[in-house]
């Protein structure tokens, strides 16, 4: 069965402290992946996706994230975080040209100010 | 342009009422869908609407029923509450199946059944 793991459930940065959350799945066949943000009392947005092409995409608010096909990871990165990124990170993943998106967990990030 | 719009945004219910989500959006988008959301667990599938007149079910169906009444709307039944389905409902739409296009969400209706 598909699955999606994030590392961290909880990840607390100064603010321009450098973020890096984890994200693998499994599932053998060809996927698309995303990162979905959720602010607090807010509805889950896009961050990015990557369908194809180029592994490392960039997102919103300067957010990007690199899929390593080897290692089925799709971890995100930014230089240099904002008290205003506070919010939960989820990683999604699909078959292509499926209809049933697997969510990780999620993962919490708290930035002080 | 209103998207993805969820009503009620909150609700208590006691064990064995039923109620009905509705969803509704805006942006012609074929495929459907209708998430819980639990702590520590993300996002998992109820059923999804690949296009108007089909259902089917996705992670976790049990004790729900979808209706999909035309191309906008997306309603989500609990015939009889439990206190297991206390949760958060998010329903999305996609313009093509969500493995080909990103989902839009809607606000979310906070569910507590007593």
């Known amino acids: 069965a598909q699955s999606v793991s994030q590392h961290n459930h909880h990840v607390i940065l100064s603010e321009a402290a450098s973020l890096e959350l984890g994200c693998n799945y499994s599932y053998g066949g060809t996927v698309n992946l995303f990162w979905y943000v959720q602010y607090p009392g807010q509805h889950l947005q896009l961050l990015l996706k990557y369908f194809s092409g180029d592994p490392l995409v960039k997102g919103i608010k300067g957010f990007e994230a690199e899929f390593i096909k080897s290692k089925f990871s799709f971890n995100l990165r930014k230089p240099s975080v904002q008290w205003s990124d506070t919010a939960e990170y989820f990683c999604?993943?699909?078959?292509?040209?499926?209809?049933?998106?697997?969510f990780g967990a999620g993962t919490r990030l708290f930035v002080k100010a | 342009n209103a998207g993805v719009t969820q009503t009620p945004k909150f609700q208590v219910l006691k064990t064995g009422q039923s109620m009905t989500l509705q969803c509704a959006q805006d942006m012609n988008h074929n495929s459907m869908y209708w998430y819980r959301q639990d702590p520590g667990m993300g996002l998992r599938l109820i059923y999804y609407?690949?296009?108007?007149?089909?259902?089917d079910k996705g992670e976790v169906p049990n004790g729900y029923n979808v209706s999909r009444l035309n191309k906008r709307e997306f309603s989500l039944r609990l015939e009889s509450a439990a206190p297991s389905q206390t949760s958060v409902y998010f329903c999305?739409?996609?313009?093509?199946?969500?493995?080909?296009?990103?989902?839009?969400f809607g606000d979310g209706t906070r569910l507590s059944i007593l």
């Open positions: 609407s690949a296009s108007e007149g089909t259902t």
């Open positions: 999604a993943v699909i078959r292509t040209g499926g209809f049933k998106t697997i």
């Open positions: 999305a739409s996609s313009q093509d199946r969500a493995g080909n296009q990103p989902q839009h």
